[in-house]
């Protein structure tokens, strides 16, 4: 999908990776403005890279090992950093009336120079799963993504079916 197609979005361009924070939030910094802010990725999961809250919450929900979840998190959190490192100028679409998580993060697609979506990417190569913890418009496509990559063993799930 072109995700420029969308023009239903709101759209942020002129923007600069800054910090990979995990396999599903990464840091940008406007080009002009200077402002530097967080956006955790529509429509997917990865395991996280600390100890926390949300850790033992997987741990639990999961049945896998805080470590081996750890482990998990910090190979997607590579992945990202391989395809989009800091430097990487990126452009952000948010849908309009869903466009910050719980804790305030904006939401977005991050759409890469070459016209391909990160979201997309972490799903497709089994690094995220796709969640409707934080709704998006692409839901049940990345539903089906998350399903191909689980049966190719791709990505994480060539370590484990569940994460």
Known sequence: MTYIDILHNIQETDLV????????????????????????LYGLDAPETRNGRKLREDEEKTRVAGEMLRFMGNQAKEFVMRICPPGTRVTVYTEPCNETDFWGRQLGYVILPDGTCLNDLLIQEGYAKATSEYYCSELSRYQVMNWDAKLGKRGLYGLSDIF
């Open 17 to 40: 990776v800054s910090r990979i924070l995990d396999g599903d939030s990464i840091s940008v910094i406007g080009i002009y403005t200077h402002e530097e802010k967080e956006i955790r």
